[in-house]
Each structure stands twice: as C-alpha cells, then as structure tokens.
C-alpha cells in the first residue's frame, strides 16, 4: 500500500506553543519524521529542554538569534541566521533567543515524528527565558 500525499499551506496562526514556548505551524508528517515551522518573537528568549526519544534537523528561514546546545560536557553558542542549518541531537539540551528585530523563523524536521508534550523535558536555563507571546530585551541577555 501506498503512502498518502500531503501538501500544505503554511498556517498563518500558530498550530500550538512548543514546550520551550516557540509557536508552532505543523507541516507534513509521514512514519519516520515530521516537519514544522517554528517561530520566536522578536526579543524572546525559548524555555531550555532536552527530548526524550527524538531529534531535529532546524534550517533557519529568516532573523537572526543564537542556539546553546549542551550534551555530554560539551556546550556550544551557535548563530542562528538565514541559510545556516543545525542539528539537535537525542539528548541534546538546548535554548534558543532571537537577538534581532523581525520573527525568527525556522524549519524543523523531528524524527521520528513529534510524539506530544511529554517528549520535551525542561533543563536549566542558559538564558533567562521570556513567557509565551512576551518580547524580552534584544542585546546580552545572560
């Protein structure tokens, strides 16, 4: 048996609120993964959190922000900015913050396909996180 197409549009609301509090459009899904578009507002700083059973590839379509990954003693600061692609490896701890102007947003593949709520595990912040929907102050903000 085949496997169903899908095509969609980029929903212009958000779908959801991620667990680190990003907004979420959801785009196709098949078996082995799944792809979203993420946003954080100009100014936001996301919760940091780790998953349990999944990882993510996040292509960055446009603003610009930094990521802070820690796994296995080992912690790094990416840029994130139009163009540049990351990846988010099973048990990685990551936060994300939009240090510009616009909507940072990016493309997310998640494989295996996003489980639910319960997949994300809150760990200690990097940076002190804005609340859902809040924008925070754009320069230095650990």
Same mark, same amino acid.
């Given at each position: 048996?085949?496997?169903?197409?899908?095509s969609?549009?980029?929903?212009?609301? *958000?779908?959801?609120?991620?667990?680190? !509090?990003s907004? #979420?459009?959801?785009?196709p899904?098949?078996?082995?993964? +799944?792809?979203? &578009?993420?946003?954080?507002?100009?100014? %936001?700083? +996301? *919760?940091?959190?780790? &998953?349990?059973?999944?990882?993510? #590839? @996040?292509?960055?379509?446009?603003?610009?922000? /930094?990521? @802070?990954?820690?796994?296995?003693? *080992?912690?790094?600061?990416? =840029?994130?900015?139009?163009?540049? %692609? &990351? =990846?988010?490896?099973? !048990? =990685?701890?990551?936060?994300?913050?939009? =240090?510009?102007?616009?909507?940072?947003?990016?493309?997310?593949?998640t494989?295996?396909?996003?489980?639910? $709520?319960? $997949?994300?595990?809150?760990?200690?912040? &990097? @940076?002190?996180?804005? /609340?859902?929907?809040?924008? !925070?102050?754009?320069?230095? *903000?650990?």
């Amino acid at each position: 048996m085949a496997e169903p197409f899908a095509s969609v549009r980029l929903p212009r609301r *958000r779908d959801l609120l991620a667990p680190d !509090g990003s907004e #979420i459009r959801c785009l196709p899904a098949l078996a082995a993964g +799944s792809m979203v &578009h993420c946003r954080l507002p100009a100014g %936001a700083v +996301s *919760r940091a959190v780790r &998953h349990r059973t999944v990882e993510e #590839i @996040w292509y960055v379509l446009a603003g610009r922000g /930094e990521l @802070w990954r820690r796994r296995e003693g *080992r912690e790094a600061i990416a =840029t994130l900015a139009p163009g540049t %692609a &990351h =990846t988010i490896p099973l !048990g =990685t701890a990551f936060q994300f913050r939009n =240090t510009g102007e616009v909507p940072l947003d990016i493309l997310i593949v998640t494989m295996p396909p996003w489980p639910g $709520e319960e $997949e994300a595990v809150r760990v200690a912040d &990097h @940076w002190p996180p804005t /609340e859902a929907g809040e924008e !925070g102050p754009r320069a230095d *903000r650990k």
